[in-house]
């Protein structure tokens, strides 16, 4: 399974995005789908997962909404009311569990999420 994400971009704080991530070469309904973000100096963070249910970081939830497509082999990110500590490269993963980065199987290339002040 091949992951690409889009949708990243330089916004201004209080502004929204929304993260795309692509799977292709198999299908990812069988999988458990995470985001994950790594500002610059600073260790890969859990974002949001989903699976049955949508699970959250602390410091997104209420803000962030995490939802898949399995038909179209899809999943996305809503990011709303964004602030500057969002700033960071953006990772699509699946196949793993929960909240460790380093349990899941698949990864895309980030995209460059900034939020200017």
């Known amino acids: 399974v091949q992951l690409q994400a889009s949708g990243g971009g330089l916004v201004q704080t209080g502004s929204s995005l929304r993260l795309s991530c692509a799977a292709s070469?198999?299908?990812?309904?069988?999988?458990?789908m995470a985001w994950f973000r790594q500002a610059t100096g600073k260790d890969r963070e859990f974002v949001a997962g989903?699976?049955?249910?949508?699970y959250y970081a602390d410091s997104v939830k209420g803000r962030f909404t995490i939802s898949r497509d399995n038909a179209k082999n899809l999943v996305s990110l809503q990011m709303n009311s964004l602030k500057p500590e969002d700033t960071a490269v953006y990772y699509c993963?699946?196949?793993?569990?929960?909240?460790?980065?380093?349990?899941?199987?698949?990864w895309g290339p980030g995209t460059q999420v900034t939020v200017s002040s």
């Open positions: 070469g198999g299908t990812v309904s069988p999988y458990n």
């Open positions: 993963a699946a196949g793993g569990m929960g909240v460790r980065s380093n349990s899941y199987v698949y």
């Open positions: 989903i699976s049955w249910n949508a």
